[in-house]
């Protein structure tokens, strides 16, 4: 799960935190995109790997199998996409 911030959840996979904080570039793949930012959320903030260790996000519908430089999508482009989906809504 991703947030339009760029935050991502990683629930109890502390090992998946440690891998982006030494990687030079993360780029993290997500099934569902949250409205507002899960670091604000007691319960979720835990298990969330902050926005400032993700360089880019795939959007949910990326076919497997594409090049990382066309399926990755910016932190804003992922915001401007929650936000055309809540207006088609």
């Known amino acids: ?6 935050n991502v959840w990683i629930g109890r996979r502390k090992e998946v935190a440690t ?3 030494a ?14 930012d899960m ?9 969330v790997l902050a926005a400032v260790y993700v360089e880019a996000v795939a959007p949910p519908n990326a076919a497997p199998g594409r090049s990382a430089s066309r399926i990755c999508m ?3 482009r992922a915001s401007r996409a929650l936000r055309a989906r809540r207006e088609d809504a």
């Open 19 to 21: 891998m982006a904080h």
């Open 1 to 6: 799960m991703a947030d339009a911030a760029g």
């Open 39 to 47: 670091l604000e959320d007691e319960l979720l903030a835990p298990g």
């Open 74 to 76: 910016h932190r804003r």
């Open 23 to 36: 990687a030079k570039r993360t780029f993290v793949t997500f099934e569902e995109l949250r409205a507002g």
